[in-house]
Structure formats: C-alpha cells, structure tokens
C-alpha cells in the first residue's frame, strides 16, 4: 500500500516535468522557425538598401557625366562657335536639372549626404552662371573676350572642385555598403548561434524525457502489482491498462530516440505522440475512476487533477503550438519546393486563364457579393501554366476578400502590352493598403491593416517568388480607403534559361 501511495503522489510531479520537457522542446522549435523569419527579413532588408546605394552610385555617376559633358560643350562653342555645342549644352542642362533632383531625393536620408548635395548644387549654379555668361559672348562675337574670361575665372579648378564634391558622397556610400554587409554577417551568426542554442536545447529535452519516461513506466510497474495485491478481481484490468501503458511508454521511447537521432523532422513526431498522449488519457481516467470507487485511499488529489485536468489542458496547448509550427514549417517548404518545380512554358491566353480561375472560386465570389468584371481581349503568352495560375488565383481572391464597409465590391482584370513585357492588373475598390506597407507586404510572414481575415502572410510571399521565377515582378498601387491595384509585369515569352 506505501509503494502504491508512493507512486500515486509522484504522478503528477513525474507528469509536470514530461510536459515541462515537452513544451520546451516546442518553444527550441519556435526560436528556430523565429530565427530564420528574422534571417530571412534582414536579408530582404540588406538587399533593397544594397540596391539603394547603387542607385545612389549611378544617380551619382550620371550627374557627374551630365555636367563635365556640359562644361565640355561650352568649351567647345567658346573655342569653335558651332551652334552644335550650344544645342549639345542645353541638352546637357536640361539632362542635369531633374538629375541632380533625383539625386537629392535618394540622399535625403543620410544626413552625412546633405552638406555635400548642397555643395556640388551651388557650385553647379556658379558654374552655370559663368558658362552662360561665356556663351552670351561668343553668341554676341566676342569670343576672344569670352576665351579671357574663361582663363581668369579658373573653370579647371571649378570642375576639380565638383569632382571632388562627387567623390566625397561616392566614398560615402561604399563606406554604407560595407557598413551594412557587416551587419548582414552579424545577423548571419547570430542566426547562426541561436539555430544551434536550440538544437542543443532540444537534444537535452529530449534525454531528460527518456529519463522521466523510464521511471514513470518504473512506477507504472510499481503501482500495477499493488493493486494486484489489493483486488484480485482487477487483475485482468490492471493487466490490460498495464500492457497499453507499457504500449504508449514503447511509443514515447521510441519518440526519444527517433527525436535524438532525426532532428530534421521533430515536429511530425511530436504530432503523432501528442495523439498517442491524448488517446492514454482516457484509459487513465477510467483508471482512476475505478481506484476511486473501489480503493479511494490510494488515489490522491494531485494524481486525479493530472489525470483529468493537467494532461488534457498540455495536450491542447501543444496541439495549438504544432499546428501553428506546421502551417509555418509547411509556408518554408512551400517555397522551397515551388523554387525547385522545373517550369514548363507554354501559350497561354491570359483571358480564358482569368476567366478558368474566376469559374473556379464562383462561389467564393458570389458568397461575398462581389462584381468582377475582364476586360477583353487579353495578349497571349509563353509562360508557365501552373504558377501563373497560382499568381493570379492567390492576387484575384485577394481581391475579394479585404471589402470596403460602406461600398459593394469590385473587382476588375485587364492586361496590356508594352515593348518587352505584358502587364496584368488586377484593381480592386476595396479597404486599399497603406503606402508604407506596400514593399511590406511582400515579405514572408507580413501583413497589413486590420487582421479580420484568415491567412499567415505567407500568400503574396509566394506570389513575389513566383514572379520572379517567370522573370517578372509584383508591385502595387493604393491608398488607404480608395482600394488597390496590383500589377504583374511578365516576359511575353519565358525564358528556360533565366528561369
């Protein structure tokens, strides 16, 4: 009887710690899948300011050109008079006023780039003034005095001035490149470090519940020949609850050991243990439904709270956290997969695709009493069938999900042509998207605005992949409350090679 009490009163503690074990198993998992969103957004982050700087660089370059090409052509009308210089100089300036605003809009926010932007400005606008007076003169014939003003104005030394200007704010954003491919190495290790804090996380979870499992099957044996001892009439029972028992302790060995053998695929095990759990706890409960009513003194209150509350309440919490872990597990995959699919292209006419993917959701559409109208006739393309479907399913339903309140719903499809590409647009008149989270949108596991629909942000990711994987791009135009337009740009014909 003190043995069986004994076992009785260290059930529960023995039951806390496998769940204890378990669970932080599951959160070893979430920092893991964490961690590889966060790598994943602070690659895409490292990339558009990448592309950032070389844009910057160019804007730079092309400035610089447009203004030694107009320094040039002055010289060349003070020193040949040809109208063609002339013509070539006002060129050049009317190339470099909408340059140099460009090239303001894309510094403005490195505070480093300012006084330097207002510097090469200003001495543009002195050379300016001083290139047009020189020209004045030749127009007027009086090339000689405009070729002495040329020498005692010093222009060499203005445009070596400039030049220098340029250089200042090219030595600038190199230095940001390097500065922010540091960063991206340190988020690397980082990731790097964290992966493997879990695996060994989850490699001592998984000795410490063997080690739990083997007593807690040491005292299931215990508590067996007990109540033998104490019934006779039970023992066929107790015989059977004991050999499943001893089934579901098989079970969660064989878990442990798969566990720390295969950790490429924790999340299905757990999966089907958890239902192993939850299909003993019924058993168990019979268990001590019968203790109670025929041995009472030997069932404590500890041990029936954890047979029928404690148990119950951790296999729906991990049944929670595992189905959220696999529906982002299954979103990484997904990808993974889709990057891999080889691509079949072929002609494809783009309105009778619309109207198979409209014929497929009809219901959807006519749930949500949405209009939705195809402007014809459409190109055709060269392009693969299947993920330009999904393209345009995932974008079209998109669509008619996110409705604006106070009006009936719209939807239109058109396509157009233009030299090299084929543009699909899909406009809606829906709640629309906040211009700060139109690049936003793209990014695995990100969403925008209210979030009263389901999803995990992993559609318009994947549509962003698939796009680029058919040598096109995604890109979007809303405002808040005046609904939004999605824009496909595609190749009218797929190249195998650049796929």
Known sequence: MQGLSNASTGANPIGRILIATMA?????????????????????RHSDWVVHTYRVETALVEARRLAEQQETAR????LAGSPA?????DRAHDALVPQLAELRRLTADNVRQHAPMRAVIQRLAELETVQRETNRLVQQGRGAEALRRFRADSGLQRMQKLREVFEAMAR??????ARRDAEQMASRRTFSVVVGIAALLFVLVTIVSFLTVRRYTRDLQQSRVALADLNATLEEQVKERTADLALANEEIQRFAYIVSHDLRSPLVNVMGFTAELSAATQ?????IDRAEAEAPHIVTEEARLAAREDLPEAIGFIRTSTAKMDRLIN????????????LAPEMIALDQ???????????VIDDRGVTLTIERPMPVIVSDRVALEQILSNLIENATKYR???????????????PGRVIVAIRDNGRGIDPRDHQRIFDLFRRSGQQDQPGEGIGLAHVRALAYRLGGTISVESQLGEGATFFLSLPPTLSIEGA
């Open 283 to 287: 058993p168990l409960s019979d268990l």
């Open 353 to 363: 695709l619309v109207e198979q993917i409209t014929d497929s959701i009809r219901h």
């Open 404 to 418: 604006h309140p106070a009006r009936a719903a719209e939807v239109h499809v058109s396509a157009s042509e233009t």
């Open 331 to 342: 979103a990484i995959l997904k990808l993974s997969r889709e990057g891999r699919r080889v």
């Open 85 to 89: 210089f002339l013509a070539n100089f």
């Open 24 to 44: 932080t198993g599951f959160l070893a998992l979430l920092i893991a899948a964490i961690a590889a969103a966060y790598a994943i957004r602070q690659d895409n």
């Open 172 to 177: 600038e954003e190199r230095r940001l490149l």
């Open 75 to 78: 010289r060349g009308y003070m």
